[in-house]
């Protein structure tokens, strides 16, 4: 009952227009105050601190510095036209280059509303100018943008393995799977609207000079992703010092090597990335205490007996848990979904013998659908913004991929494999 009242109450200041994280935060401040009274409010203090020193943290704001740095060097327009030298001449060709193009800038930025904001610009006009509908561009760019977070680097991965003490190297490769099966299933549903549509084909691929030249071009951007994966791997860096490590290849390949990117730019590029690395500290902070709420009431052992009380069978409490993360992906920020959800669920796939790496893909997973569903879908709010396309056209357009995506999601849940193949095949895990 108290869980369902903290909910309750969580949700109505969130819905009410209160920001997130001071939302959680008066939440666990009211309750602190009705289970114990003003004398261990000092508690709050305490924990509000403790949330933000785990060292793995540090990997956020150098992944946000990092993608911004991409968005302003030209590197997105480089990945687009890699893409599109790939993928351009299918049917539908530029809706195939937009979720490729996101696989590729995801080895990068981290973070799907980057990915959304910065790859959102080129990719809407180009579709928009080859003779696609604003409202098929707009959709195809925020559905494809959830591919970002789940393929390595990725930044909830980061929170969630720092908060669960479990190994990012081993998140980060076992993204890898489930990402290139978001991107397949996306493909798959373009395709088949490609056909009923008779949509573009684009123009006759470049000659030979002019296709090495945009491969050359794009190659040093795509080159990203082999240097923190295999830095991490070699063991001569950890995530965090990854992070470092891709801020400067970032800042190397804007100001050296495409020199779009100018040294009076980067005070902006640091504002901008500051505020945003703030929004996300402060909503962990602020979850930090409302954790310790959940755990000193004993809240995730009710949980676990409630949910053992309708059923014991794995597979039903695993849908159980998939549909808890879906609603709550539709109202709530993602971040702060996974600060205030794994200490509740981690102990319930514990029990039923879920993988904690297996258990984080699958909760990034569910919040990265939750980021094109309204009524609170960040993706959805960035990719309007750019495009100008209201979200209630996208909202309209995008089923198919939601549901390819739903599809990806229950053989990322139920076939285990999917996700721990490749870390167990590196040396990750038993």
């Given at each position: 009952?108290?869980?369902?009242?903290?909910?309750?109450?969580?949700?109505?200041?969130?819905?009410?227009?209160?920001?997130?994280?001071?939302?959680?935060?008066?939440?666990?401040?009211?309750?602190?105050?009705?289970?114990?009274?003003?004398?261990?409010?000092?508690?709050?203090?305490?924990?509000?601190?403790?949330?933000?020193?785990?060292?793995?943290?540090?990997?956020?704001?150098?992944?946000?510095?990092?993608?911004?740095?991409?968005?302003?060097?030209?590197?997105?327009?480089?990945?687009?036209?890699?893409?599109?030298?790939?993928?351009?001449?299918?049917?539908?060709?530029?809706?195939?280059?937009?979720?490729?193009?996101?696989?590729?800038f995801s080895g990068m930025s981290g973070s799907a509303v980057a990915d959304a904001a910065g790859l959102g610009i080129i990719e809407v006009k180009a579709m928009r100018e080859a003779g696609y509908s604003g409202r098929f561009a707009a959709t195809i760019t925020a559905v494809s943008s959830t591919i970002g977070p789940i393929m390595?680097?990725?930044?909830?991965?980061?929170?969630?393995?720092?908060?669960?003490?479990?190994?990012?190297?081993?998140?980060?490769?076992?993204?890898?799977?489930?990402?290139?099966?978001?991107?397949?299933?996306?493909?798959?549903?373009?395709?088949?609207?490609?056909?009923?549509?008779?949509?573009?084909?684009?123009?006759?691929?470049?000659?030979?000079?002019?296709?090495?030249?945009?491969?050359?071009?794009?190659?040093?951007?795509?080159?990203?992703?082999?240097?923190?994966?295999?830095?991490?791997?070699?063991?001569?860096?950890?995530?965090?010092?990854?992070?470092?490590?891709?801020?400067?290849?970032?800042?190397?390949?804007?100001?050296?090597?495409?020199?779009?990117?100018?040294?009076?730019?980067?005070?902006?590029?640091?504002?901008?990335?500051?505020?945003?690395?703030?929004?996300?500290?402060?909503?962990?902070?602020?979850?930090?205490?409302?954790?310790?709420?959940?755990?000193?009431?004993?809240?995730?052992?009710?949980?676990?007996?409630?949910?053992?009380?309708?059923?014991?069978?794995?597979?039903?409490?695993?849908?159980?848990?998939?549909?808890?993360?879906?609603?709550?992906?539709?109202?709530?920020?993602?971040?702060?979904?996974?600060?205030?959800?794994?200490?509740?669920?981690?102990?319930v796939m514990l029990q039923i013998g879920v993988d904690p790496v297996h258990f984080g893909i699958i909760m990034v997973l569910n919040l990265m659908i939750g980021l094109v569903t309204p009524p609170v879908g960040m993706c959805l709010f960035a990719v309007s913004s750019v495009s100008n396309v209201p979200i209630s056209d996208m909202?309209?357009?995008?089923?198919?991929?939601?549901?390819?995506?739903?599809?990806?999601?229950?053989?990322?849940?139920?076939?285990?494999?999917?996700?721990?193949?490749?870390?167990?095949?590196?040396?990750?895990?038993?």
């Open positions: 009952m108290l869980m369902v009242v903290l909910l309750l109450v969580l949700c109505g200041l969130i819905l009410l227009g209160v920001p997130i994280a001071v939302a959680l935060a008066a939440t666990a401040i009211g309750t602190m105050w009705w289970a114990t009274g003003p004398d261990l409010l000092f508690i709050f203090i305490q924990r509000l601190y403790a949330g933000t020193t785990s060292f793995p943290l540090l990997a956020i704001p150098f992944f946000i510095i990092a993608g911004n740095l991409m968005n302003t060097g030209g590197i997105t327009e480089r990945i687009f036209a890699a893409a599109q030298l790939f993928v351009g001449r299918i049917r539908g060709g530029l809706a195939h280059v937009n979720v490729l193009a996101s696989v590729l390595p680097p990725s930044i909830p991965l980061v929170i969630y393995g720092s908060l669960a003490n479990v190994s990012i190297g081993a998140l980060f490769l076992a993204g890898v799977v489930p990402g290139v099966l978001m991107a397949v299933a996306l493909m798959v549903v373009i395709s088949v609207v490609a056909r009923v549509r008779g949509l573009p084909v684009m123009d006759e691929r470049p000659a030979g000079p002019e296709a090495r030249r945009v491969f050359f071009g794009a190659l040093p951007a795509m080159l990203t992703p082999v240097f923190i994966i295999g830095g991490i791997l070699g063991g001569l860096a950890t995530p965090t010092e990854a992070a470092v490590l891709a801020t400067a290849y970032a800042l190397f390949l804007g100001t050296c090597v495409y020199r779009e990117l100018r040294w009076r730019d980067i005070p902006d590029i640091l504002w901008l990335s500051g505020r945003q690395t703030v929004q996300v500290m402060f909503i962990i902070a602020a979850a930090a205490p409302f954790g310790w709420v959940l755990i000193q009431q004993q809240i995730p052992n009710a949980v676990i007996e409630a949910m053992f009380s309708l059923s014991s069978d794995p597979w039903v409490i695993l849908i159980l848990v998939n549909v808890i993360l879906l609603v709550l992906g539709m109202f709530i920020e993602g971040v702060a979904i996974i600060i205030i959800a794994f200490p509740i669920l981690l102990p909202v309209r357009e995008m089923w198919p991929y939601i549901l390819a995506l739903f599809a990806v999601l229950l053989l990322v849940t139920f076939v285990p494999e999917t996700v721990l193949w490749l870390p167990h095949a590196l040396g990750y895990g038993s």
